[in-house]
Every structure is written in structure tokens, then in C-alpha cells.
């Protein structure tokens, strides 16, 4: 029932932006941190950013601080992600993740190509 999708992605070039969407249902999202990942081809996948349950407590990956923002609006049961000044190495499949009574969920993925 838990079910998460993804949206926003798509190709820009280095320096731009985009702002990712994950639309989460199944669950009652407000109670529960989330997470966004990432994967490029031919790398483990990476966490990104996490978020607290009321959006106050945000963590990053070093190599996207000061660059990409995550947020949430409960009232919507969406989680964002703002990426900024996008370099080719962020070029990736973007995940959303939840951790919901002892289960991992994610959605299908969106991809962000950064190429000029």
C-alpha cells in the first residue's frame, strides 16, 4: 500500500536547476522522516538528503550542502528536493525513500542528467 513517486526530473545544464517531487501515499506521511538518493551508472547508490518529521531536522551529503534543499509539506505528503547549481556529477536516478514499520520503500526513480 506504501507508495512513493517521484517526478521533476529531466536534463539541464551545468549550473541550473531543477526541483524534484515525491508524492507519497499509503501512509501517514507526517509521522515519518524522509530521505532522497541517488544513483549514477556504475555507482552504489548514495544518500542525498533526509528530513524530520515536521521538516526542521535536515541532513545532506557534503557533496550537495549548500547546493540542493530538501523540504516537505505534510499537508500535500510531499517531499521536495531543490537542486541548485547542478554540476555533471549529479548526473543520476533520483529516489525517494521512507523507513515504515521495519520496511524500506522507494519510488521508481526519477532521472537528472547534467550535460551541456
Known amino acids: 500500500q506504501v507508495q512513493l513517486v517521484e517526478s521533476g526530473g529531466g536534463l539541464v545544464q551545468p549550473g541550473g536547476s531543477l526541483r524534484l517531487s515525491c508524492a507519497a501515499s499509503?501512509?501517514?506521511?507526517?509521522?515519518?522522516?524522509m530521505r532522497w538518493y541517488r544513483q549514477a551508472p556504475g555507482k552504489e547508490r548514495e544518500l542525498v538528503a533526509t528530513?524530520?518529521?515536521?521538516?526542521?531536522?535536515?541532513n545532506y551529503a557534503d557533496s550537495v550542502k549548500g547546493r540542493f534543499t530538501i523540504s516537505r509539506d505534510n499537508a500535500k505528503n510531499t517531499v521536495f528536493l531543490q537542486m541548485n547549481r547542478l554540476k555533471a556529477e549529479d548526473t543520476a536516478v533520483y529516489y525517494c525513500?521512507?523507513?515504515?514499520?521495519?520496511?524500506?520503500?522507494w519510488g521508481q526513480g526519477t532521472q537528472v542528467t547534467v550535460s551541456s
Open positions: 528530513i524530520g518529521i515536521r521538516g526542521i531536522i535536515t
Open positions: 525513500n521512507a523507513y515504515v514499520q521495519r520496511s524500506y520503500y
Open positions: 499509503g501512509f501517514t506521511f507526517r509521522d515519518y522522516a
